[in-house]
Each structure stands twice: as C-alpha cells, then as structure tokens.
C-alpha cells in the first residue's frame, strides 16, 4: 500500500501538521449509486422493519410522511448548524402515530435496516487507506470529523472501508448535536487528539461552507478535495471562505503536505 515519493515526508518534529482532520463522506469515501432509488429502498427498509417489530404503520402513508420530515430536517440542519439526528426524527414520527415509548433497541434496529441500504452504495477511495497508512507511519494524528445523522451508521461505514485502524479520534454530529462548521466539532477533535495550534492542524474536506469554512474560522489549515465536487471552480466563486490548497485526490493531498513541511 505504499505510494511513490512517501519516503519524502519529514518525521513528525519536522512536518509541518501536528494533526489531521478529515470529513467522510465525498473525502474517504465516494456515493455511486441511483440516489432516488436508493433513497427509496432504503426508506422501504425502514418501514418494513417497523412492521416486522409489531409496529402497525401503513406503508405508503408513513414512508410519505417521513420522507417529508426527512427534508424538512436536511432543509433546518445546516441553517441552525443542529444535528437533531434521524433516530429523533423517527422517535417523534411513531409518537405520533400512537407509540410514545418505544425502545431504544427498536429504533435502532429499524435505522439499522434502512442505512444497511444506503451503505452498500459507499466504497472507499483508492488512495485513501494508502495516504492514511503514511501519514500514521510518520506518527500523525488523525481524526474524523463527519457530519452526519446517525452515529452508528458512521461507525460501521468506517469499519466496511477499513478505515478504523488509522484514526485515533472519531466525531460526528449525531453524536456531539451539532454540525460543521461549529466551532465544537473541531476543538472536541483537536481535544482528543491532544493538540493545541490550531495553525497546525490541517482539515481536509469536500464541502466550503461546512469542511472549509469550520476549519479557516479558527485559524486551521483546510484543504479542499474536489473530485466528488460538481462544478468546484464555480462553488469557490460564490463562496467567500477559501481553502489553502484545492486537490483532486487525497494522493495529490500527501504530495501538498510533503511541499509544506519542506518549506
């Protein structure tokens, strides 16, 4: 899993990051998929499980309903920066149609059924376990930082990539119940990975207004990767938070950390 020109890389004491931060999605891995029909297998999952566990709900009806909750929720998060999370979404749908306390297990398991659907549509990037695999060899530190609805579903798409044995931090929204670019997502991970230079610390993501934004607003070094990115050259136009460097691959991203720490 090597990569040409690694043996470049200066150790830690003289690299120019102390730390790492990556998102997940569009970053480590990649969505190929019919979004629509996936979207609709996955919510089908879904009420499927509920009626499997006793819960007598009318297919087409709760899965109209809880799509539109669905994007209403998408349409709020990112305004407000609140993850309020798809199992508390659901938890108040069964609530109101007649199922106040369900258990914890329950939701669980009917979430579990629908983001299996969905996961089996996102694969790793080529290059990604190969640049993590360096950047630990020299002694890195590595965290995720994910927005995402659902923490367990993050959990176990870090696990089908392989991604799991190189990161020594993983956060989410979900799990913190707020969303990039708040200022928390970043401190709680610099917290866990024992840094404290914001200046040293390098966030590499798709998205300007989440990855992008977050990081440059408290002085990290931020990174955007494009090759999941429609149309990247007019989304940097429209926005005014502006990464460091702009890389189409996480390869081209090692050999953007090798030039700075040799600087």
């Known amino acids: ?59 087409a009806i709760f899965l109209e309903v809880y799509e539109t909750r669905v994007q209403a929720y998408f349409g709020s998060r990112d305004e407000d920066q609140i993850e309020y999370t798809t199992r508390r979404l659901l938890r108040e749908l069964l609530s109101d149609y007649g199922y106040p306390d369900v258990p914890q297990t329950d939701i669980r398991t009917a979430l579990q059924a629908m983001y299996e659907v969905f996961e089996a549509y996102w694969f790793v990037e080529e290059d990604s376990l190969a640049v993590l695999e360096t950047l630990k060899k020299y002694d890195c530190r590595i965290g995720l930082v994910s927005n995402a609805a659902d923490d367990d579903d993050v959990q176990r798409q870090v696990d089908r990539a392989g991604l799991r044995p190189y990161l020594d931090a993983i956060f989410t929204s979900a799990e913190a119940g707020l969303r990039k670019p708040h200022p928390k997502m970043f401190e709680e991970a610099m917290q866990a990975l024992g840094v404290t230079d914001t200046a040293r610390v390098l966030m590499v993501g798709d998205r300007l207004n989440a990855d992008i934004a977050g990081a440059k607003q408290l002085g990290m070094k931020a990174v955007w990767i494009t090759r999941r990115v429609p149309n990247p050259a007019e989304k940097a136009a429209a926005y005014s938070w502006q990464p460091d460097a702009q890389v189409n691959s996480l390869t081209e991203l090692l050999n953007w950390i090798m030039a700075q720490s040799e600087s």
């Open 1 to 59: 899993m090597a990569l040409i020109g690694e043996d470049k890389l200066l150790g830690k004491r003289n690299c120019a990051f102390d730390a790492f931060l990556f998102d997940l999605g569009g970053t480590l891995i990649y969505f190929d998929g019919d979004k629509t029909e996936v979207i609709f297998q996955a919510d089908l999952a879904l009420v499927r499980s509920l009626r499997e566990l006793g819960y007598t709900v009318d297919e």
